[in-house]
């Protein structure tokens, strides 16, 4: 399903530290971005009944069932750069992504997305 790199799980494995009431890490698709879809994250406290929950090492991730294809073999990476740093979602379904690589497409509604600020790339 989902790939973290070793420096996303140090990351995550970090804020879990930090935050003694979150069990895992919540990573979901919705609609919106001005690609089409956009990606989340999140701590939780605990998994949905309807999450498939993934462990990665050592770390619980959730995510629901809508979201589930949409990740399918995507790579989350942590990314430590002069403009900036974050995590960074490597999607291999994607067919487009906007500039600040915050949203994607997957083919069927490309035609509907539009160019934004962002700098929308196909």
Do not use: W
């Not at 770390?59 to 002069?82: F, R, T």
């Amino acid at each position: 399903m989902l790939i973290l790199t070793e420096k996303a799980i140090g990351i995550v494995r970090n804020l879990l530290a930090e935050n003694p009431e979150a069990s895992g890490l919540r990573v979901a698709v919705t609609g919106g971005g001005c690609s089409g879809y956009q990606y989340g994250m999140g701590l939780e406290a605990e998994a949905g009944a309807e999450d498939t929950v993934v462990a990665i090492e050592d770390v619980p991730v959730y995510v629901d069932n809508a979201s589930a294809p949409l990740l399918h073999g995507v790579v989350i990476d942590y990314v430590d750069e002069l403009s900036g740093s974050g995590f960074r979602f490597e999607n291999p379904n994607a067919t487009g992504t906007c500039g600040c690589g915050s949203s994607f497409t997957t083919g069927d509604e490309a035609a509907n997305s539009s160019a934004s600020s962002c700098g929308h790339r196909s």
